[in-house]
């Protein structure tokens, strides 16, 4: 038995980190959105196993496939909670990971990737679990699993745990638009950005209430993607990793693209066009290649780039 689970990347159109909690994570208010690009998880039921009952193999040499992969973690604390597969009768699961998600992205790759390792293991089980026990055990995971439990826009307060659908209308004016990402080199460390953020508390936190209104005010209006777009968390990574601004200033300036950072970076993204997830028109056709010229041309082959649509 075998089954094959798509997992997206997502990316961050707003982002709001609005202060530290007592238990030292950070709330926020984020509109987020998965995308057609994204890693695949094959997950096969083994019998006869004599050690661990999850194996993982990945076609990316610098993912770890030890017990600190979140694919692993989720098939452990799926099996805690349903004694799925049982030990005793020798079964486990073997996965196979397709990653096409950079490290150190802010794309939530290692998050989408439990999730899909979740929804696989539950499919090969008979569907023990029900979507309320398996959104209650998602978020044990990480901040932003939840989310993917989602294939549509969504909003996130809280750590991340707490997911509201947008309504409709709000929805329809994000699904469907093209963006095109773009990655350095290096990635950023999500722990780091945050820790700067509450070293330099509160200098670089949006407060609750204006980061609502500012929410409020898009979802009740008419107003493109490109309205929405906002990351408090550029001010500190762009400090430190300046190739991210003077890129991004370049950009607007040259081919007058806006762009933003999602999550806590280090990947950027352009929106294109006017969405609707059609070929496009050769303007938009001419911009991309303009747009990937100049990427490749400042950060040479190394930079990841990658035309996707907003689901």
Known sequence: MSVTIFSPAKINLFLAITGRRADGFHNLVSVVAPLDFGDELKATVSEGKTGNRFRLECDAPEIPCDDSNLVLR????????TGWPDAAGRAGVDFVLKKRIPLGAGLGGGSSNAVAALRAMNVLSGNLLTAK????????????????????????????????ALPG??????????????KPSFGISTPWAYGRMAAEAPAHYLAAPEAERRLSRWIAG??????????????????KFVALPVMLKKLQTELGVVARMSGSGSTCFALIGGGGGDAGSDAETTLVTQMK????????DAVFVQEAILI
């Open 74 to 81: 989720a098939a452990t604390t799926f099996a805690e909670a």
């Open 222 to 239: 008419h107003d493109s993607v490109s309205r929405l777009l906002f990351n408090n968390m550029e001010e500190v990574a762009f400090r």
């Open 169 to 182: 209308a709000a929805a329809k004016r994000i699904r469907g638009q093209k963006v095109l990402l773009f």
């Open 293 to 300: 010229h100049l990427l490749r041309q400042s950060w040479g």
């Open 133 to 164: 026990k398996l959104a209650e055990i998602v978020v044990t995971l990480g901040s932003d699993c939840a989310l993917f439990l989602h294939d549509a826009p969504v909003t996130m307060r809280g750590r991340g745990e707490r997911i509201e």
